[in-house]
Every structure is written in C-alpha cells, then in structure tokens.
C-alpha cells in the first residue's frame, strides 16, 4: 500500500510514514475521472494535496515537488483497525487492541508493535484512545 487516509484520525500515510494535513476550506482542487469538481480536503505542508470528488466521492493525492506538479493518484479510505492489521503482525494487533481495552497483554509483543507504529510517525496514545471508542 502506497498511500491511504486512516480515519478516524484523519492522517495520511505516503510512502511508509504517516503524516498530519491542514484541512483546508472548499478549495478548487481539480477535477475528477468522473467529471466532477475536485474539492482539496487538506494539505501537507507544500508537498501533498488530498482532494475529494463531490460527485463519486473518490480520495485522489496530488504530489509536487518544490512547488511543480509531479504525480496524481487515487487513495482510500482505510479504518484504523484495517491498517493496523496491515503494518502489524497478528499477534502485534492483538497485543494493541488487548492494550486498549485495560486486558493482560504480551509486553514484548507490545513493544514491537510501538516501534514499528512509531517509526511511521503515528502516536500510540492516539492509537489506543481511537482504539477504545
């Protein structure tokens, strides 16, 4: 997986870290497959746009680099638990959710599971509250 938001957090991840975007008020942001207005749901910082169609709905990211358009693709939507079971293993997933939920819980496994969540620039204090509701 190259890029995908994660909500409910509202983050993007691109390229194996996860990132913040400014959500950005009814912008024109292009114009989709379909025919539709692109509106920009958001900005991270100057190098990546994300754009939702009002008519079908499609998530695309537009990529530039030092201000100049370089890439176009579309990005899904992805819930927290379906990407968590994608970058961790089983065993990881369980030991997060176990965690989140106030049960008994492998630390090792745990630990493994934080690093690598951390090491894409996700807070796991974020994880877990989201998580538990």
Partial sequence: MRACIISPLQKIF????????????????????CGGVMTQKGWV???????????????????YENY?????????????????????TPLEFEAIVQKANG???SYTTF????KKIEEMNLVLDEIIEALRA
């Avoid at 100057?46 to 990529?63: H, P």
């Fill in 14 to 33: 691109f390229e194996g870290k996860v990132y913040d975007f400014e959500p950005v008020d009814s912008l024109f942001g292009g114009f989709c497959d």
């Fill in 45 to 63: 910082d100057n190098w990546l746009m994300i754009s939702e169609c009002e008519s079908c709905w499609k998530l695309e990211a537009f990529l």
């Fill in 68 to 88: 100049r358009f370089v890439e176009r693709f579309e990005i899904p939507s992805v819930d927290l638990k379906d990407f968590l079971r994608e970058i961790l």
């Fill in 103 to 105: 049960q008994s819980y």
């Fill in 111 to 114: 630990s493994r599971a934080k």
